[in-house]
């Protein structure tokens, strides 16, 4: 049922920390510096077929951060953008899943969405991190980024027979990232009329699984959503938040976590808090990046190909 | 990694470059925020006090009543916020960003 295998560069006690936080299923090839994540035995089918969908995930840009982990944020988020520009094919989309701006002030939101116009693509799609949220419930960030959304925020579309939905965790914190009763039951009602085999791929800042709850690295109420995907054969989560790669599979579920534009932070658990790292000269890169997704018509699962920001 | 403390080369020399903070001074006024802490935890202040909470992490954060009472916005670095507390009673806040960080302020007669 599941897998695991040790991932290049993981020293033996970290593997042994890994698999006592989350028990179980980490798939990651480590090859020529990128990290390909994918359900094993996928692979190699959905390399032959040409993608019936391909698209790019961003995620925590912090425009607006300055401080010494990484003092030029727009910078590298650029980078990032010419990056995906550089893909050598026109993503069907590209996501950003949350803290686009580091502080949610006005000028901040003016500057990433300005920024994202620059992406070659015919759409980009954000859900709101809980810097985008901090003190009004979310109303500047949907202003700049909530045309055509549902309640918060939240929302759903199809392309190429996938299922996306966009949802908001970054409203009404307790201690973990939270949907709330109104976007279950929208959650509920979206998926009602869809057959089984339909893939199902949600957004959200925060991840929906348990990564590391001491530092709300989770999402309180996400059982309950993930109840009602439970039917389906293919249910891939994509968050951000967490500013690292990791990902974890349950059941039907594949959750991945992304890492960020902006700067690294610890690995869960590691030091007191989940502050901003600083890391030594010229290695800030290697903790930044995109994501490339696809998914091939009669694949299970989605293939992911993690890059390093170049 | 190196536990560094990023953020904290800026001229007032902060008292939290060390872990284990002692409490604060008793009967201040100030809540210090640093490494996704308020300390002290929990301030007690005479009614019509002005309390003032001080940023000291990288990361910026708030203070948010849990009955909405009051909520700061987001304070970078160094930023401050104040509120003075007119009504005797006990005041649980988190930071909104954070809402595993609590503090509460009790204030009384």
Redesign the interface.
Same mark, same amino acid.
């Given at each position: 049922m599941s897998t695991e295998h040790d991932p290049a560069g993981m020293t033996r006690r970290q593997l042994i920390r890994h698999s006592a936080w989350f028990g179980a299923a980490v798939v990651l090839t480590v090859a020529g510096g990128e990290v390909i994540s994918h359900i094993a035995g996928s692979a190699d089918a959905a390399q032959t077929a040409k993608p019936a969908l391909r698209f790019a995930q961003i995620s925590d840009s912090h425009i607006g951060f300055n *401080?010494? +982990?990484n003092p030029n944020v727009a910078d590298t988020f650029n980078q990032a953008i010419g990056q995906i520009n550089g893909l050598g094919f026109t993503p069907d989309f590209v996501i950003h899943t949350g803290d686009l701006t %580091? /502080?949610?002030t006005p000028a901040q939101f003016d500057q990433v969405k300005q920024m994202l116009t620059d992406l070659n693509t015919p759409h980009v799609f954000t859900v709101p991190g809980? %810097?985008d949220s901090? @003190?009004d419930a979310g109303q500047k960030y949907r202003q700049a980024f909530g045309a055509g959304t549902r309640g918060d925020g939240w929302y759903s579309f199809d392309i190429a027979g996938v299922h996306l939905i966009g949802l908001v965790n970054t409203l009404n /914190?307790?201690? /973990?990232g939270h949907l709330g009763a109104d976007q279950l039951e929208f959650i509920e009602k979206d998926v009602a009329g869809l057959p089984n085999d339909t893939p199902i791929i949600v957004f959200s800042h925060i991840p929906l699984f348990a990564m590391y709850p @001491?530092? *709300?690295w989770g999402t309180d109420d996400a059982a309950q959503a993930l109840s009602y995907l439970k039917r389906f054969s293919s249910v891939t989560c994509l968050n951000g938040h967490v500013h690292q790669l990791f990902s974890k599979t349950e059941g039907n579920v594949t959750f991945y976590s992304a890492t960020t534009t902006a700067y690294p932070l610890? +690995?869960p658990g590691? *030091?007191? +808090?989940?502050?901003?790292?600083?890391l030594p000269a010229g290695k800030l890169h290697d903790a930044l990046g995109i994501r490339e997704v696809s998914y091939t018509k009669g694949q299970q699962a989605l293939a992911l190909k993690d890059e390093k920001l170049t | 990694m190196t536990p560094g403390m990023p953020g904290m080369q800026t001229p007032p020399p902060a008292p939290s470059a060390t872990a284990p903070q002692s409490p604060a001074p008793q009967g201040g006024t100030a809540v210090n925020i640093s490494d996704f802490k308020f300390n002290p935890a929990t301030l007690t202040v005479p009614a019509g006090t002005t309390v003032t909470w001080t940023n000291q992490d990288e990361e910026p954060h708030t203070v948010a009543a849990k009955d909405g009472s009051f909520h700061s916005p987001a304070m970078d670095t160094h930023a401050t916020y104040s509120f003075t507390f007119t009504t005797p009673g006990s005041y649980d806040y988190i930071c909104s960003i954070h809402p595993f960080m609590t503090g509460t302020v009790v204030v009384t007669k």
């Open positions: *401080g010494p +982990a %580091h /502080l949610a809980e %810097h901090t @003190d /914190l307790k201690k /973990l @001491d530092w *709300g610890p +690995a590691q *030091g007191p +808090a989940p502050k901003p790292m600083t | -």
